[in-house]
C-alpha cells in the first residue's frame, strides 16, 4: 500500500507485475511464452497463444468449459494459473485430431448431435477423453456422473452420453 | 424420382468447426493491439453517483482510460435511438454510462481499458464511486402489498361471466402459484470485440440473437453512421433470449474504440450475466370450474409479474388456456409490479413456459376435483377453434400427441392414486401437460447465389444461437436447387446481409427458411427459363411447379425423358451466376403458399409425459423418463429438431426442480450469481428423454409447412414434472423450484408461508 502511494506522489506509474518466461508443450508443439503470475492457463491459451477452442464460460471451475488435457488429466484451465505449469504437456481440442482426421469423440459428437451452440463441447470432448483415459466409466450412470462438471446449458445431455457411449463401446469398453 | 431431403436427419454443416476449435465466437477474434474492457457495476440499486474517482486506476501501469458518465464519447440523448428491435413499447430504455442515475445493481458505472485482460480487472477495483443511496424496493412480496397495476397490453376481452359460472360449477378448484426468477445463463458470456480498421470504419463481432439489431442500436446509440460499422455474429455460444436485445457491453466496447481509436475487446464475467435481463418472477391464480364430466364451465386466471421502473415487459402468460382449451367462461388478467431491478427479458418460450406451467398445473388439480384421469380430462375441453380470436387452426395435431405420447409412455398402466406407485425405496410418480406455442412468421429476406461451378451459396443476416440455423439454410437450398449440401455455403451473423428478424421465438425456419425457398424458386424459374429456351428442350412450356430438381439435373416430374443439367441450362443461358433475393411478408398469400388462409389460427403443440422417482427418506427428486410428442407441422430436419426439444425438456426440467435467482433484498442485489449457486441440470440430472414427432401437414400456414421447434420443448415440461411429483407424494408444491425441502414438508412453501 505505502509503495504504491509513494508511486501515485511521484506521479509513476504503479507496476504492473513483472512477467516469466515460460514454457509450455501444447498439442505436441513446444511454445515459449511470458506470462505474468496472475494468468490462468486458461488466459495464456486464449489470449497469448490464440487456441480459443478452449472456452471460458465461468472463470471459476464451475462449468467445464476450459477443460484440457494435462498430462493427459482433463482439468478446469481456469483453476490453473500458467507459471505453475512450466514445462507441462497441455492438449486442447485442437490438439485432438490427427491432421484432417478427427479423434472418434469428435465424430461420435457430430454424429449423435452432442451440441448445440457449440461453446461447451470443446470442454466436453476433452473432458471426454479425460474419462475414457481414466478407465473408470462403466454404466452409462458412470457416464453421466463423470461428465456432470461440464455443464450444457443447451441440454445436450443424451446425446452426449451417447456419444461417449459409442466411442467407449468401439474401444471395447461397453458402458451399460 | 429423387426422393426429398426433408425430413432425413442431417448433420450440421457447421458440426466440424465446432468440434474442432474453429467455430470463433465474440471474444474470439484478434487486432493488432487490442486493449481490453473490464465492467464496473453499481453496487447499490437505486440512487445516483456522487463522484468516481479514477486516479488511482488510472496510475496504473497499462491502464489506458477509465471511461465513466462524466468522461465518455458522445452518446445519444433521446429515447428512440435506445428503443431496438425487441424493447418494449412502454417505458426508457436503459443508457449504458449515460449520466449519474442509478436504476438497478450491476448497473454498469465504468469501463477500464488497459492493455491486458488482467490488468483492466485489477485497476477496476481500485475505481473508488462515492454513491448516494436511495430506499429500493427489490422484494417482490412487498411490492405485491402496494398492488399491481393491470397491464393493457394483454387485455382479454371476458368470455359469459366467469364469475358466476364459477360460483355455480359443481366441480372447482382455485390454487395460486408461484416462479422464482430464472436467468438464462448460456454458456458463453457476453462479449464484443470492436475492431479499429485504419480508415476509422468499424467492425464488430457481438454475441447477439440479432446483428442488424445490434448494428442499428450501437450505430444510433454511439452515434456512428450506419455505413462505417458492421456487425458481425458468425457463432453464438447460446442465448436462449438473453440476446434479443444488445447487452450493454455492445455499446462500451464501441465507444472506448472509438475514443481510444484502436480496437478493444469487453466481456462480461458470469456474475455479470446476472445483471442482465431474466425471465421474470410471477404469481399466477387460477380459477378453474368444471360440469362433474369434466367440461370447463369457468376459467380465470390472473397473473402479477415483476418489471423494472423504467420499462414495462410482460409476454403472454394468460392468454393460452384460451388457444389450448374449450371453456364455456374465461376472464383473463395481466398484471406488473415494478421493482428497482434491470428490465426482465425473454427467455425461452416467454410467457407460454409461464402460462402453462400454472394452467396445466390446475388442470391437473381440476382432473383429481373431478375424479377423472388427467389425459381424459384434456381430450373432454379439446378445442377445435382458437377461443382468443375465434379461428379454427390451420393444424393440430394434438390428439395424436396425446395418443402416441401417452402410448409410448404406458400412461394406461398408471394408477390414479397418488403415492401408489413405488419401486423399492422410491415413489414413482407419473404426471402429463399439454404444451402450445404460436407459430409465426416474420419479415426476412435472404439471398441465394448459384454458380456455373455449381457451387451455391445462401445468406441472411439471421443467428444460429444452437438451433443449426446453417443447416437449415444449406439443406433447404440443396433440397431447392438440387444439389449435394456439400455444395452450398450458407452465410449468417453479418448486419451487412439481407435483413432477417432476431433469431427467436422459433420463427427462424419459417422466416429466413421460406425467405431462402423463395430466393431459391426464383433460381429455379431462371433455370427452367434458360434449359426450355435450348434445342429439343424437354423442358418447353412446362410449368415450374412440375419441374423436379434433383442430382445437378432437373426435369419434367412424371417424364422419364432426358434430364437437362443445371449447368448445361446456365450456360445456355449465357449465365456464370445467378442470384435472387427471396422475401417473405406473414400473412401474404403468393404462389409459393396457395392455400394459405390469414384466417387460421397457427400453433405448435405438445403432450408430455414425465415420469419421477423420489427417496422416500431424503427427498431427492429424478425425473427418471419424459416422453415429449409434439405436432409442429414439417420437420426439415429431425436430427436437429430432436436437439431442440431434448434440449428444452432438460430447460423444463431445470425450471422445475433447480433454477431459481435469488434475491437479498437488503442491497437488492441477485446473490446466487454464479453456476455453483444458480443451479441448472447437469448431465446426472438427465435420464430417458423420448422425443416424438407426430405427422401433421400444414399447407395453410407458409411455403415449407413449418410451425418451429425452438420453443415448444419447454412449455408444459415443468408441469409435467409437477404433476409426478403430487401423484408419487401426495403433495403439491406450487411455487417453483420444486426442491426436496418443499416436497418433505421440511419447509412451507413461500405462498403458503405468506399466508400462516
Keep these: 500500500m505505502a509503495s504504491r502511494a509513494a508511486a501515485t506522489q511521484k506521479s509513476e506509474k504503479f507496476p504492473a507485475p513483472a512477467k516469466t518466461a515460460i514454457t509450455l508443450v501444447v498439442n505436441g508443439v513446444s511454445r515459449k511464452l511470458e506470462v505474468a503470475p496472475w494468468t490462468t492457463l486458461l488466459d495464456a491459451l486464449r489470449e497469448h497463444l490464440d487456441l480459443t477452442g478452449t472456452k471460458k464460460g465461468c472463470d471459476h471451475g464451475q462449468c467445464g468449459a476450459c477443460t484440457v488435457l494435462l498430462d493427459g488429466r482433463r482439468i478446469n484451465s481456469c483453476l490453473t494459473l500458467a507459471v505453475m505449469k512450466d514445462g507441462a504437456n497441455v492438449t486442447t481440442i485442437e490438439g485432438l485430431a490427427e491432421g484432417s482426421a478427427l479423434h472418434a469423440l469428435q465424430r461420435a459428437f457430430i454424429e449423435h448431435d452432442a451440441f448445440q451452440c457449440g461453446y461447451c463441447t470443446p470442454g466436453q470432448i476433452c473432458s471426454a477423453a479425460g474419462l475414457i483415459a481414466e478407465g473408470r466409466a462403466r454404466t452409462a450412470d458412470d457416464i453421466r456422473e463423470l461428465m456432470s462438471g461440464n455443464i450444457c446449458r443447451c441440454g445436450a445431455y443424451p446425446n452426449i452420453l451417447a456419444a461417449i457411449e459409442q466411442v467407449l463401446a468401439q474401444r471395447g469398453e461397453p458402458a451399460r | 424420382m429423387a426422393t426429398s431431403s426433408f425430413g432425413v436427419p442431417t448433420p450440421r454443416v457447421d458440426g466440424r468447426a465446432k468440434v474442432t476449435g474453429e467455430a470463433k465466437y465474440a471474444a474470439e477474434f484478434r487486432a493488432r493491439d487490442l486493449a481490453y474492457g473490464f465492467v464496473i457495476g453499481s453496487t447499490i440499486a437505486k440512487g445516483r453517483i456522487r463522484r468516481i474517482d479514477t486516479s488511482e486506476a488510472l496510475a496504473i501501469e497499462g491502464v489506458l482510460d477509465v471511461f465513466t458518465h462524466a468522461h465518455r464519447p458522445k452518446l445519444a440523448s433521446s429515447d428512440d435511438k435506445y428503443k431496438d428491435e425487441v424493447a418494449p413499447d412502454t417505458g426508457s430504455p436503459y443508457r449504458p454510462l449515460y449520466d449519474d442515475k442509478i436504476q438497478f445493481s450491476g448497473q454498469p458505472v465504468a469501463l477500464v481499458v488497459a492493455e491486458e485482460p488482467e490488468i483492466a480487472r485489477f485497476a477496476a477495483d481500485r475505481v473508488r464511486i462515492d454513491y448516494e443511496r436511495e430506499p429500493h424496493v427489490t422484494d417482490f412480496d412487498a411490492a405485491l402489498r402496494h398492488g399491481a397495476k393491470p397491464n393493457e397490453e394483454h387485455a382479454h376481452e371476458p368470455r359469459g361471466n366467469a364469475a358466476e359460472a364459477f360460483a355455480r360449477a359443481p366441480v372447482k378448484i382455485e390454487r395460486e402459484y408461484r416462479m422464482p426468477v430464472e436467468t438464462h445463463n448460456p454458456m458463453e458470456t457476453y462479449a464484443t470485440t470492436a475492431i479499429y480498421e485504419a480508415d476509422g470504419r468499424l467492425t464488430v463481432y457481438d454475441k447477439t440473437q440479432g446483428a442488424p439489431n445490434s448494428w442499428n442500436y450501437v450505430s444510433n446509440v454511439v452515434c456512428i453512421p450506419k455505413s462505417k460499422v458492421t456487425v458481425l455474429s458468425p457463432f453464438v455460444g447460446g442465448a436462449f433470449g438473453s440476446g434479443l436485445r444488445p447487452q450493454y457491453q455492445l455499446p462500451l466496447a464501441v465507444m472506448a474504440a472509438r475514443a481510444l481509436k484502436r480496437s478493444v475487446r469487453v466481456t462480461l464475467t458470469r456474475q455479470q450475466m446476472f445483471t442482465l435481463g431474466y425471465r421474470p418472477a410471477n404469481v399466477q391464480t387460477l380459477a378453474l370450474g368444471a360440469e362433474r364430466d369434466g367440461h370447463l364451465a369457468s ?39 415494478k421493482l428497482d431491478q434491470n428490465t426482465p427479458c425473454d427467455m425461452r418460450a416467454p410467457g407460454g413456459a409461464e402460462g402453462l406451467y400454472a394452467i396445466e398445473c390446475a388442470m391437473d388439480e381440476l382432473a383429481y376435483a373431478a375424479g377423472i384421469d388427467p389425459l381424459e380430462l384434456r381430450l373432454i375441453n379439446y378445442s377445435e377453434v382458437d377461443q382468443e380470436e375465434n379461428q379454427p387452426y390451420s393444424s393440430k395435431e394434438l390428439r395424436a400427441c396425446y395418443r402416441q405420447g401417452a402410448e409410448k409412455f404406458g400412461w394406461s398402466k398408471r394408477s390414479r392414486e397418488p403415492r401408489s406407485m413405488r419401486d423399492g425405496h422410491e415413489l414413482v410418480g407419473w404426471g402429463m401437460a399439454s404444451g402450445i406455442w404460436e407459430a409465426m412468421q416474420m419479415p426476412a429476406a435472404a439471398r441465394a447465389v448459384l454458380t456455373a461451378n455449381g457451387s451455391v451459396e445462401v445468406a441472411s443476416a439471421t443467428a444460429d444461437i444452437g438451433p443449426g440455423t446453417y443447416t437449415m439454410m444449406a439443406q433447404i437450398a440443396a433440397e431447392m436447387l438440387g444439389v449435394p449440401i456439400a455444395n452450398v455455403t450458407a452465410r449468417l451473423g453479418d448486419s451487412s446481409l439481407p435483413k432477417a428478424p432476431v433469431e427467436g421465438g422459433s420463427f427462424t425456419t419459417s422466416s429466413v427458411g421460406c425467405a431462402i425457398h423463395a430466393a431459391c424458386r426464383a433460381i429455379r424459374k431462371e433455370l427452367i427459363g434458360f434449359a426450355s429456351k435450348m434445342a429439343n428442350s424437354p423442358l418447353a412450356g412446362v410449368s415450374p411447379d412440375d419441374v423436379v430438381f434433383a442430382d445437378g439435373r432437373m426435369r419434367h416430374k412424371d417424364d422419364a425423358s432426358p434430364a437437362v443439367l443445371l449447368l448445361d441450362a446456365m450456360r445456355a443461358g449465357n449465365a456464370e451466376r445467378i442470384e435472387k433475393e427471396g422475401k417473405v411478408k406473414p400473412g401474404e398469400k403468393t404462389e409459393a403458399i396457395p392455400h394459405y388462409n390469414a384466417d387460421l389460427a397457427h400453433f405448435t403443440h405438445s403432450a408430455i409425459f414425465a415420469e419421477v422417482k423420489i427417496d422416500e427418506e431424503l427427498g431427492v427428486i429424478r425425473v427418471t423418463r419424459v416422453v415429449n410428442a409434439v405436432a409442429a407441422g414439417r420437420i426439415l430436419n429431425p436430427l436437429t429438431a430432436k436437439s431442440q426439444i431434448l434440449g428444452a425438456v432438460v430447460g423444463g426440467i431445470g425450471m422445475a426442480l433447480h433454477e431459481e435467482t435469488l434475491t437479498d433484498n437488503r442491497f437488492g442485489r441477485f446473490m446466487n450469481h454464479n453456476l455453483a449457486e444458480y443451479h441448472v441440470p447437469v448431465n446426472a440430472d438427465v435420464h430417458a428423454i423420448d422425443v416424438i414427432f407426430v405427422e401433421e401437414k400444414d399447407d395453410a400456414i407458409n411455403s415449407l409447412g413449418v410451425k418451429g421447434v425452438g420453443e415448444i420443448g419447454i412449455v408444459g415440461t415443468a408441469a409435467a414434472v409437477a404433476n409426478a411429483i403430487f401423484h408419487a407424494t401426495g403433495r403439491r408444491v406450487r411455487d417453483l423450484p420444486i426442491t426436496l425441502d418443499k416436497v418433505m414438508g421440511w419447509s412451507k412453501p413461500e405462498s403458503q408461508a405468506a399466508n400462516s
Design chain 2, 299 to 337: 376459467f380465470r386466471h390472473e397473473v402479477i409479474g415483476i418489471t423494472s421502473q423504467f420499462e414495462d415487459f410482460q409476454r403472454n402468460i394468460v392468454g393460452w388456456s384460451n388457444q389450448l382449451y374449450r371453456s364455456a367462461a374465461s376472464e383473463l388478467h395481466q398484471k406488473l409490479v
